[in-house]
């Protein structure tokens, strides 16, 4: 009974922070409540049946915090459909854009910006720091697998199909159908996709 109440508050709770912050969204599921911050100009846009996890009661496997959305102005951020998303902080200064039944594991961290400047001189004038900080669109494909605890940098394509080991740092571009990890993640093997497999898929 104090699971199903818990669900219902952590639903309603997520849909006032939905509502307040001008997010596009459509039918999901959430344990726990997320961060939700989207400076005005920015957009945010959730397919159907997004599953979230909060909490470690959603995925216990060892990272508690919440999953952060964080979308600056002008900046765009889409999530597709049948997506299912743990204990993950997606920070979008430029575009962002996740496609479908893509799985993103706990504790990872997708970034399209490096959020300062490389020249130490320019980070010590914070409008300036702010103003020429690298922005580039990150994409992660349909049925990309995020392995937990992985790091998705600016400018980054996660290939269709392909698979991010746990804990792997990815720093240029994944093709389809591959496995890479490591820091930073390498080429692993190939995925062999079998596709007479028939699924039901709700």
Request: aromatic share 8%.
């Amino acid at each position: 009974m104090l699971a199903v109440l818990n669900k219902f508050l952590s639903k309603a709770t997520c849909n006032i922070i939905f509502y307040g912050q001008n997010v596009e969204h459509k039918d999901y599921s959430t344990i726990g409540i997320p961060f939700v911050s989207v400076t005005i100009g920015g957009e945010f846009k959730i397919g159907r049946n997004l599953k979230m996890n909060n909490t470690l009661a959603g995925n216990p496997i060892g990272r508690s915090q919440r999953c952060i959305f964080f979308v600056n102005k002008n900046a765009q951020l889409i999530i597709g459909n049948n997506v299912g998303i743990s204990q993950t902080a997606i920070v979008c200064h430029k575009q962002i854009i996740i496609g479908d039944y893509v799985k993103i594991g706990g504790g990872t961290c997708i970034y399209d910006t490096d959020f300062h400047s490389i020249d130490p001189n320019i980070r010590k004038n914070p409008k300036m720091d702010r103003a020429q900080k690298a922005n580039s669109a990150v994409v992660i494909k349909d049925n990309a697998f995020i392995g937990a605890n992985s790091t998705i940098l600016k400018g980054v394509t996660i290939g269709e199909n392909s698979v991010i080991g746990a804990c792997s740092l990815v720093t240029k571009s994944v093709p389809d159908n591959e496995i890479w990890a490591g820091n930073p993640a390498k080429f692993v093997k190939a995925v062999h996709v079998n596709n007479n497999i028939q699924l039901s898929i709700y």
